[in-house]
């Protein structure tokens, strides 16, 4: 049972400075790809709980809820489609070495200080990216918020207490 009140849920629009690419689609051409302003969520939010989604996630049922616990940070590492199928099999790593990838489409947190701190790592992680993908293996062209929680959460492995992530549900 979900403590979730759909009446206090809120939407905040966010101008802050961003990273943009260039980023082909098929049939519109190079269009900008804005994906920055996530990491400023803990600083930006009025609430004690938040969950951040994606714009083109379609969300058809209350599992993102039900799986949060409401304390500290989670975030899914597994996604599935409405089969049940996984999704993107070639997007569960994050290097050669076998690092299980986190994805920041979901973002679900308190306003803990471990909360704090893994945002902390995500901005020191978005602000170094070029040398981050130099030392993890991955390529640095198009900036990814799923690498960058990615390794601030291995970064954090050993600071703060266990992450319990969840498969985003279909």
Do not use: H
């Amino acid at each position: 049972d979900s403590s979730f009140s759909s009446d206090i849920a809120d939407c905040i629009n966010v101008n802050a400075p961003e990273f943009f690419a260039d980023r082909f689609y098929s049939g519109y051409g190079n269009l900008k790809y804005l994906n920055a302003k996530r990491s400023a969520s803990f600083d930006l939010t009025p609430y004690d709980q938040t969950i951040v989604i994606d714009s083109d996630l379609l969300v058809s049922t209350t599992q993102i809820v039900d799986v949060w616990n409401g304390k500290a940070v989670q975030l899914p590492n597994e996604a599935l489609m409405l089969d049940g199928s996984p999704l993107y099999n070639n997007m569960l790593e994050l290097c050669p070495d076998g690092l299980k990838m986190y994805w920041a489409t979901v973002l679900c947190f308190d306003k803990s200080k471990e909360s704090q701190v893994f945002f902390n790592y995500w901005k020191k992680v978005q602000k170094w990216y070029k040398s981050y993908a130099a030392v993890y293996g991955f390529k640095a062209g198009l900036f990814r918020n799923d690498f960058c929680v990615t390794v601030a959460l291995d970064l954090l492995s050993n600071k703060i207490g266990s992450l319990a992530p969840f498969t985003l549900p279909y």
